[in-house]
């Protein structure tokens, strides 16, 4: 068949599987494109499949704009599509762009609900009712349907997979699910904050994640930063932070390992320096248990 009759079968059968190698290819790098060919059978595109940058995002995300640029987003491409023959059933189809796989994963795991049905979509995907979440290289995907219905569900899950397949992804790495230590860790717990985390401007590039320590969930954070000297004046900043808002902090060392315990009130942060690495466990309400949860962290940890 030639690529234009190719291209034709597609449109007609909709939700039928893209070949791998015209979703690659020059013609098919323009997303809206592929989304409208992706549109349902007896459903149809409402308006038009819409591109957005940064600046006008706020036109389609209005409330929710500033969180995808803090995580300096390129583009969002978003594509209605709606029943014909029920005009109050729909799905929106949204596309985002994030430039980089790790600020990809960020907005997606920053806004995933525990506990929800785990896909084998991309990287990782979830679903919650018949909407569904889809994390691929620097691509983060949403499909909310206006039902739950099982009808939806169905409808929705094919275009995930459509979508999910012509999504490129570039194999980059992740640092923070690399380095994050496996042993005691809760799934799908880690969750990565690009700036401000916690509310602190000096608090960048930080992920944390759940352990499992003497039946206790502690959750952990760990922050990447130029050199050793900037990991150092973070935790400074740290502890001037608790000396204005909390009720203090003490310096220990033990076994080798020096750590800042922060006395938050009706809980304790533990925090260390490792190299270029600021990290520690957070709202702890046992001192002794955050210590050394803070201590095997800081050991298990690759530079």
């Known amino acids: 068949m030639s690529l234009t009759g190719s291209l034709i079968a597609i449109f007609l059968i909709g939700l039928t599987s893209l070949d791998p190698a015209m979703a690659h290819s020059p013609k098919y790098q323009n997303l809206p494109d592929l989304v409208e060919n992706l549109t349902p059978i007896d459903w149809e595109l409402f308006d038009r499949v819409k591109r957005f940058t940064p600046e006008n995002l706020y036109e389609q995300i209005n409330g929710r704009a500033e969180f995808f640029l803090a995580y300096n987003i390129i583009s969002l491409t978003f594509g209605s599509f709606m029943n014909r023959k029920d005009n109050s059933q729909f799905i929106d189809l949204y ?29 990782e995907a979830y679903r919650s009712d018949a909407n569904y979440y889809v994390w691929k290289g620097q691509y983060y995907m949403q499909i909310i349907a206006s039902d739950a219905s099982g009808e939806l569900q169905r409808i929705g899950m094919e275009l995930a997979g459509k979508v999910t ?14 380095t994050l230590p496996l042993k005691d860790r809760v799934p799908d717990s880690i969750q990565y904050f690009k700036v401000d985390f916690m509310g602190l401007d000096f608090m960048r590039n930080t992920y944390i994640a759940r352990y499992s320590k003497n039946d206790t969930d502690v959750t952990v954070f760990l922050s990447q930063r130029e050199s050793p000297e900037s990991a150092q004046a973070a935790v400074d900043q740290y502890a001037e932070f608790v000396k204005k808002y909390g ?51 800081w050991r298990q940890l690759r530079q």
């Not at 596309?95 to 907005?107: E, H, L, Q, S, W």
Request: charged fraction near 20%.
């Open 95 to 123: 596309i985002y762009n994030m430039g980089t796989p790790t600020n990809a994963f960020g907005v997606f795991s920053t806004e995933r609900s525990p506990g929800e049905k785990t896909l084998d979509l991309g990287r």
């Open 165 to 178: 397949d012509f999504l490129m992804d570039s194999g980059e790495t992740v640092w923070g699910l690399t």
């Open 247 to 297: 009720k203090g902090v003490d310096h220990l060392r033990i076994d080798g390992v020096g750590l800042l315990s922060c006395d938050m009130g009706r809980n304790y942060d533990v925090i260390f320096q490792k190299g270029q690495l600021m990290g520690g466990v957070l709202s702890v309400k046992d001192r002794n248990l955050a210590v050394q949860a803070a201590i095997d962290f």
